[in-house]
């Protein structure tokens, strides 16, 4: 008998991987001297305004580390109410409708898993996120794909999502910016996606884990300020990406008052709350950024997105590629080799000792592509790119 049979591991997680993002770097511990176009963690050190004040808080407060109330601690869930309620143009109760979770993941898999039943469908856009697809899976519902059109910069095609709607249908969840394509929908996409979803009594889970990081001519708008559709967003945010604090696990959930009390049973369940020390590094980060000396997240990514845009366009035979607008990620097609994503990047693993992540991890549109995140330094771009253009023209089998 098959050993997991055996132990009778449940259905639910037999169905659902580890996503390739943290497989590839896995892989590449065999691969000495590999770099790493891989995962998305900025290089960035977490400021030094953060770090100081938290190294404070450990020598005098005595409950840093203790838990916190569940929900969060209340100067923070405060504070995250100010920020989206300045971007929504309403009053967020800091009570009611914000709970502060362990990363934006832990909100997005209490937002799915508080909604979704089994048979539920929930409509992704494609190619989306890994992790949403899998915490979909998890739930026991099927994600419904809605191809993004890639001629056309990854434009929403308004035909398509109308017909991916059923009777069936949860919710809708809309990464903006977009991990993997670095997608920022425009104002008008983002009615279309907020009409058809207020026509179907469907919910939005709002993914804005990087909402601060758009680059120029784009602008990002919140789906927390469309007051037509209020009762129906469920907005997950992060503290990983803006204060390089992808360990330190924090980030927020803001919605009605009444999917906050349902998903704050899951978070119970699951992590009573989110790390103390953390939750006091997230409030010193939003509410002492006057103290930041450092150059931001921003302005350092935006940098490095003209540098890997240009290596790119000198490899236009070989690549083909969307600019991002926003986040830190590019998506690009591979021309010349008629072989799936995964053989693909391992390839570049193997012979190149670049780590990419198989596009396929996104979905079926991410086929034929692979990610590449310029979250890393100047340096390990050029030199991941050295490598790719030396292995692009030296590969003599492209199939
Ligand atoms: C789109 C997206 N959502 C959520 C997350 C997870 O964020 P956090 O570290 O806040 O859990 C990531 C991390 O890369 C991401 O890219």
């Not at 934006?104 to 856009?125: K, N, P, Q, R, T």
Request: hydrophobic share 45%; charged share 25%.
């Amino acid at each position: 008998m098959e050993r997991s049979k055996a132990l009778g591991f449940a259905r639910r997680v037999k169905r659902i991987e580890v996503s390739a993002i943290k497989q590839m770097p896995l892989l590449a511990r065999s691969v000495p001297d590999a770099v790493s176009l891989g995962q998305g963690i900025p290089s960035v050190r977490t400021p030094e305004y953060i770090r100081r004040q938290v190294i404070e808080l450990l020598k005098h407060d005595a409950d840093i580390g203790k838990y916190s109330l569940q929900p969060g601690v209340p100067e923070l869930k405060q504070s995250v109410a100010q920020k989206i309620a300045q971007t929504a143009g309403r009053f967020i109760d800091p009570e009611l409708e914000v709970f502060i979770s362990a990363g934006a993941m832990e909100a997005l898999f209490a937002a799915v898993v508080s909604l979704v039943d089994e048979g539920d469908e929930v409509i992704l856009f494609d190619p989306s996120y890994a992790s949403h697809i899998e915490q979909v899976k998890f739930a026991s519902g099927t994600p419904v794909f809605v191809p993004l059109i890639e001629n056309d910069g990854w434009a929403l095609d308004e035909e398509l999502l109308r017909r991916a709607v059923s009777a069936k249908t949860k919710a809708v969840i809309v990464c903006n910016p977009g991990n993997p394509t670095g997608k920022v929908f425009s104002v008008a996409e983002l009615s279309v996606i907020v009409k058809i979803a207020r026509e179907h009594g469907l919910y939005i889970i709002a993914d804005e884990t990087y909402d601060f990081l758009v680059y120029d001519g784009f602008c990002h708008k919140s789906l927390a300020s469309f007051s037509n559709i209020k009762d129906m967003v469920i907005l997950c945010g992060s503290f990983s990406k803006e204060f390089a604090m992808t360990g330190w696990r924090v980030g927020y959930m803001v919605a009605p008052a009444e999917v906050i009390e349902q998903a704050l049973k899951v978070h119970d369940a699951a992590v009573i709350c989110a790390p103390t020390v953390s939750q006091y590094a997230a409030l010193a980060a939003l509410t002492n950024r006057a103290e930041c000396k450092e150059e931001t997240v921003r302005d350092v990514l935006a940098r490095r997105r003209e540098l890997i845009c240009a290596r790119l366009d000198s490899l236009a035979e070989f690549f083909s590629y969307v600019q991002p607008g926003g986040a830190y990620y590019v998506l690009p097609r591979y021309l010349k080799w008629d072989i799936n994503s995964a053989e693909f990047a391992h390839r570049l693993l193997f012979e190149a000792k670049v780590i990419t992540i198989p596009g396929a991890a996104f979905g079926p549109g991410g086929e034929t592509h692979v990610r590449m995140s310029y979250g890393g330094t100047e340096d390990d771009i050029n030199k991941a790119f050295d490598r790719i253009e030396h292995w692009s023209r030296m590969s003599k089998r492209f199939t």
